[in-house]
């Protein structure tokens, strides 16, 4: 699976983005996906994730109630949409893609075994 990020940019505080994520590979539909984030100087963090059917979501606390993910397996395409966002946003992005993940893993950087290269989000204040 290789995977494709898109949709960064440069934003004003408060304002919104949709990150899009499109993979190739037949299996696309059977990947659970997720999107980390990773600041200047600190760790990768987990921001949401989606399982292969789109009927669970999950995320990170700093992003609860203003992001949702969502699916579009005819496309091969996840997305990230961001709203209210803050400067504390700003980071490099990734979306990444792993199979069978557990309620503990699917936070876990470990459980992804396919990444993108990451797409940069800034937000000013």
């Known amino acids: 699976v290789q995977l494709q990020a898109s949709g960064g940019g440069l934003v004003q505080a408060g304002g919104s983005l949709r990150l899009s994520c499109a993979a190739s590979g037949r299996a696309f539909s059977s990947y659970c996906m997720g999107w980390f984030r990773q600041a200047p100087g600190k760790e990768r963090e987990f921001v949401a994730a989606i399982r292969w059917s789109g009927s669970s979501t999950y995320f990170g606390n700093s992003v609860t109630g203003r992001f949702t993910i969502s699916r579009d397996n005819a496309k091969n395409t996840v997305y990230l949409q961001m709203n209210s966002l803050k400067p504390g946003d700003t980071a490099l992005y990734y979306c990444?893609?792993?199979?069978?993940?557990?309620?503990?893993?699917?936070?876990?950087?470990?459980?992804?075994?396919?990444w993108g290269l990451g797409t940069l989000v800034t937000v000013s204040s």
């Open positions: 990444a893609a792993g199979k069978d993940a557990t309620l503990s893993s699917i936070r876990s950087p470990n459980q992804y075994a396919y």
